[in-house]
């Protein structure tokens, strides 16, 4: 149980266009999903917090504008780099938890490894 | 602010045998919870092991055990009989009641695992 679906998994685009990325919850319902970025051999540094039906909360120095967030649903959250550039090139992973259980543990997908070109 | 610090950037252990990784953390709370993930070469985050900074317990997963040190803010997880699937980066974590559950993650320690 517990298994989080992220997609693509891999994309390469040219410099200027918009790039979005899914985190789906298979098999439970998730209020809350989490983005990190992880550079190469560098530990997940968290960009934004999203509940189901309200607006993410982002990081300090997280663009919003920049990486937008929508979680319109219990199983979907999704993260849109717009107009992106070489120096967004990273490692994208999501975390789903469940519902109403803070004490849950974040169950992660398998991230997405996105370069602009 | 809360940080976790992994001081050992790489670890290596033969198989078999046993291997600790270190962790310390720094927070004024009382109320919070650590955690510790692999990362293999897939990059996909598995949890290993989750402690309760309430329970005095040290906890205990198969072949992965913590030694939690509340008061000496440190949380070192220890692999026993090591595979060489347990080869992966591992990071450490933790989240307290006030932060909606955010985690924060240490740097993390890249385990090798020889024959």
């Given amino acids: 149980g517990a298994v989080v679906s992220q997609h693509p998994s891999w994309v390469i685009c040219k410099s200027g ?10 098999d439970f319902q998730a209020t809350t999903m989490f983005w990190y970025r992880q550079f190469p051999k ?19 120095g997280v663009e919003k504008d920049k990486f937008l967030i929508n979680h319109a649903s219990l199983t979907l959250s999704t993260l849109t780099v717009t107009s992106a550039h070489p120096e967004d090139s990273s490692f994208y ?7 109403g259980t803070f004490n849950q543990p974040q169950h992660f997908g398998d991230g997405t490894r996105l370069s602009i070109l | 602010a809360q940080t976790v610090t992994q001081s050992q950037p790489e670890m290596s252990v033969q198989e078999a045998e046993t291997v600790t990784l270190s962790c310390t953390y720094d927070t004024s709370e009382s109320d919070y919870y ?17 402690q309760e900074a309430y329970k005095q317990q040290n906890a205990t997963e198969n072949r992965f055990s913590v030694n939690f040190q509340k008061a000496a803010k440190s949380f070192s997880l220890k692999i026993s009989d090591s595979q060489l699937g347990d080869a992966a980066m591992y990071f450490c974590a933790y989240t307290y009641t006030g932060t909606a559950s955010k985690l924060t993650f240490g740097t993390g320690t890249r385990l090798q695992v020889t024959l």
């Fill in chain 1, 42 to 60: 560098q530990s997940l540094m968290l960009m934004a917090t999203s509940n189901e039906g309200s607006k993410a909360t982002y990081e300090q």
């Fill in chain 1, 17 to 26: 266009t918009s790039v979005k990325i899914e985190c789906r919850s298979l």
């Fill in chain 2, 34 to 50: 650590l955690f510790w993930y692999k990362q293999p070469p897939s990059r996909q985050m598995i949890l290993v092991i989750r």
């Fill in chain 1, 93 to 99: 992973i999501c975390s789903a938890q469940g519902a």
